[in-house]
């Protein structure tokens, strides 16, 4: 999913292991405002989202779309590659959208 050079350059990479990076992530509701969360991107290209938006959240280890749906979006189903982001390095948001296939 990410090539090496995009993980040292471009992301607010947590974790970098063998299996797996861990990056700062989030989805936007236009009512709610941003849901922050923990994406896990896997070798084998599962994704996981872990929701830091309250600490005792349930919602660990939930897919993209389940993810985004709990952050409140309509259409997750077909949109969460644009609704959720990741953070850059320095701050800004990315969306999945282009990042992933
Ligand atoms: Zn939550």
Request: glycine share 8%.
């Amino acid at each position: 999913m990410f090539t090496e050079e995009d993980l040292a350059s471009s992301f607010g990479v947590r974790q970098n292991t063998p299996e797996f990076v861990e990056i700062d992530c989030g989805c936007t509701n236009p009512r709610y405002g941003d849901t922050p969360g923990k994406l896990r991107a896997y070798v084998d290209g599962k994704v996981e989202i872990d929701c830091n938006y309250m600490e005792d959240c349930p919602k660990d280890k939930v897919s993209p779309i389940e993810f985004a749906r709990h952050a409140g979006t309509t259409n997750a189903y077909h949109n969460w590659k644009s609704q959720i982001w990741v953070f850059s390095h320095d701050g800004h948001k990315i969306a999945l959208r282009g990042l992933v296939c």
